[in-house]
Structures are given as C-alpha cells and as structure tokens.
C-alpha cells in the first residue's frame, strides 16, 4: 500500500520550521511555545484525518480512530515531538509523522480496523528541558509519580506543571494510554549499524541494560617540583591505567557491550599539584543481563588491581542499574513477516538508546522499528535519514498495523 509521500514530507516540513538554531538543528523544548506551535499542528491534522483528539494529565496528545469491534483494544503508533536544544529533524518526530501517515493512509484507502488505532505524541521524552527523559510515558508505566513530574522545574525555576497548563495541554488522567493491544514506536536508530551494514531497515529486539557506577580513587596530594617520579601515588595517572584497561576489557566482551566514563575530575586540581584523589563515572551497557552483570565484576576488579599496584584505594558505588529490555516477541515476528513480504532489507537491531518504547513495554505488549541514521549522527543538526528509508518505514508500519489488527 502506498502511502501519500507528498502529505507527509510537507506535514513534517511544517513542524521542522517551527524553531530552527543557528546551525540548521531543531529546538522544540517540550511544552515550549515552540512545542505548542508543533502540537496545534498535530491536532489540525489529527482533527482532518477524522479522528478525536484526546489529551491527558501529563500532555501526551492521542488522535484516536475507533474500531468496529467494541471488545478490541487499541493499537499505538507514536514516539515524541520535543527535541534536544540543537536536535536533528527526524529524531521523534518520525514515529509521530508515521503513525499518523499510516492512520492516514488506511482510512484513504477505505481499510477499516477491528481496534482502534491510537496516534501519540509523549510528552517530554527528551529530558533536554525537565530532567530525567521521558516523564510522561514514565508515569503511565508506574515508574513515576504524577506530582513529582508535576514540580520538575526547568533551569530557569519553571515547572511542568505550570507551562503544561501555560500553553493549553492539560488533560485527564482517564485519557492515558495505558491499556492496549499493542503500542509500536518507529524512530530513527540514532547509531550506524543499519547505514554502515546496508540495511533499509531495523526490527528492535530491545534495549541495552545500564549500570552506572561513582568511582574515587585516592593517593596522595604532593609537590609536582619536589617529588621524585618513583614516589608518587598520583590519583591521575593510577585513573588513566584503569580507564585504559576498562575500555580493552569491554572490547574482548565484543558488541553490544560498550563503556563510558564521561566525567572526570581530579582534586585539588592545581597545575603544581600531583593530584591525590580522583573521581569518574562509568555508564556501561549491554543486551545480556548476565553479560552485564559479570561486565560489572571484571570492572570492578581491574580499578581494585591497578589501584593496589598503585599503592591508591578506590572506592566504588553503583548508582544505577536498569536491566535489559526484551520488546514483544509476537510483534517482533511479525515486523519480521512484513519485512519478507515487503522485501525490505530488515535486520534484527537493539537500542543503545532510552525510548517512552521502554516504559510502555512494561504496562502493553510493544515493539519498535528503525530507520537507518545516516552515518549514525544524532541529537545534532547533521542528523539525516534517506527520505526511501523515511517512506519504506512509514509503509512498513502502516501493513504491520493490519497483521497486529489480524
Ligand atoms: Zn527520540
């Protein structure tokens, strides 16, 4: 089924000229003025498709099409419409425009569906404005209080709360989107692997598991004139070993493991100072809970090697730990199906990345589908996809809306 390429280029051209930065990338903070431009948009074309707009309690917009059998319940399409300071054009705002295409284009073509198909835009899923990312899809799957998200308050003192009433988003509760047949999340991979492989297409199997730990390693503040290189425990250099050491371990552990250590910083920082206490963070991720969990172990003992070869302490503390995730195996194997008939090159894919997808999963029986991201670039202005790529996707979606619906 072809789906009207023309209505969604222009649709998505519109929403991408709302707030343009200086360099050519996207700036829809959610709940922005320039976020509510996006979601007015969103609802007239919700609204021209037939379909009734509904809106709950944390601004998460649906357009809703009933089905003809009362007993179904709904099928989701959606991502979010907000974007990082300086985002890319795709990043959201392709599962929101597919969706809503593929609504679009059964009901031209006079398909009618036992469920009701629900196309959804979540509310900050981002966390670029009102930290951490994916507030709304968090409360709908329990993870988080209502209130709590309600008093998040921006950089500037604002709160949720407060610009979700500002620019006209305040819904009801009753209208979450927490029971459903299915909830599919479409969205650019944000990594390369489909672009470098020469995939069209990606079926995601889940998401990577996190584990977060708070390194200190402790040696010995001293002069940087005065003291000899043999007696030295710079707290520095015995990091630098073990990061070195870290990110050879994660290698042999092969994809999708993957090591960060974003921040480091080391005391009392003074250029004449051997540094006597340093500290790091690790993020580290991978598809297997078990892979991950003995990850964690050969970490922790390499920082405990190099630091007693060093005559330094360390001190670890895991600050985070969110295990991997496994999306629906039926709506897996029917992505898998629709790709075949299609003759879509799809290949099997993870995210490293976090999605509302990952929440839902929890409460609805969910699934994602990728396009490849165009040498893998993402959250800046150079993100691209090829409009193929944006078309085969958006007709992918909209016959793995019919198999579900069957
Ligand atoms: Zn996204």
């Known amino acids: 089924m072809r789906i009207n390429?023309?209505?969604?280029?222009?649709?998505?051209?519109?929403?991408?000229?709302?707030a343009v930065t200086e360099e050519g990338g996207m700036m829809r903070l959610a709940l922005s003025d320039a976020d509510k431009t996006a979601r007015d948009l969103l609802k007239s074309w919700i609204k021209e498709a037939g379909m009734e707009v509904r809106i709950d309690d944390l601004g998460t917009i649906q357009g809703y099409l009933p089905g003809t059998d009362p007993n179904s319940l709904p099928i989701g399409v959606g991502s979010h419409m907000d974007t990082q300071p300086n985002g890319g054009r795709y990043d959201g705002l392709f599962g929101v425009m597919s969706g809503l295409e593929a609504v679009c284009t059964l009901i031209d073509n006079g398909i009618t569906m036992k469920s009701p198909l629900v196309v959804i835009d979540w509310t900050n899923e981002e966390g670029a404005r009102f930290v951490p990312p994916m507030l709304a899809s968090g409360v709908v799957a329990g993870n988080f209080d209502v209130n709590w998200v309600y008093a998040?308050?921006?950089?500037?003192g604002i709160k949720y709360v407060?610009?979700?009433?500002?620019?006209?988003?305040?819904g009801s509760k009753s209208n979450r989107f927490e029971k459903a047949k299915a909830y599919i999340e479409p969205h650019i991979e944000q990594g390369p692997i489909l672009d470098q492989e020469g995939y069209e297409f990606g079926i995601v199997t889940g998401a990577l598991g996190i584990t977060g730990l708070d390194v200190k390693i402790k040696g010995e503040t001293n002069h940087a004139g005065t003291t000899p290189m043999r007696n030295r425990k710079d707290a520095l250099m015995v990091a630098a070993e073990a990061m070195l050491e870290l990110r050879k371990k994660t290698i042999e552990y092969g994809d999708p493991a993957v090591i960060t250590m974003g921040i480091i910083s080391a005391s009392p920082a003074s250029k004449n100072i051997v540094p006597g206490e340093v500290y790091f963070s690790i993020d580290m991720r991978h598809d297997n809970d078990e892979a991950l969990t003995r990850l964690e172990q050969d970490v922790r003992e390499i920082i405990q090697k190099v630091c007693s070869d060093n005559c330094a302490e360390s001190h670890i503390e895991r600050y985070?730990?969110?295990?991997?995730?496994?999306?629906?195996?039926?709506?897996i194997n029917a992505s898998e199906k629709v790709a075949n008939k299609l003759k879509i090159r799809a290949k099997r894919i993870y995210s490293g990345a976090g999605h509302d997808a990952v929440f839902i999963n929890r409460i609805i029986p969910t699934g994602m589908l990728f396009v490849p991201s165009i040498k893998g670039?993402?959250?800046?202005?150079?993100?691209?996809?090829?409009w193929e790529d944006i078309v085969t996707g958006t007709e992918m979606l909209t016959e793995l809306l019919i198999k579900i619906d069957k």
């Open 5 to 18: 390429e023309e209505r969604l280029r222009s649709r998505m051209d519109a929403i991408n000229r709302i």
């Open 152 to 156: 998040k308050e921006d950089k500037n």
């Open 162 to 170: 407060d610009e979700l009433t500002r620019i006209g988003y305040m």
């Open 320 to 331: 985070w730990r969110a295990d991997p995730v496994h999306f629906d195996e039926g709506i």
């Open 377 to 386: 670039m993402s959250h800046c202005p150079q993100e691209d996809t090829k």
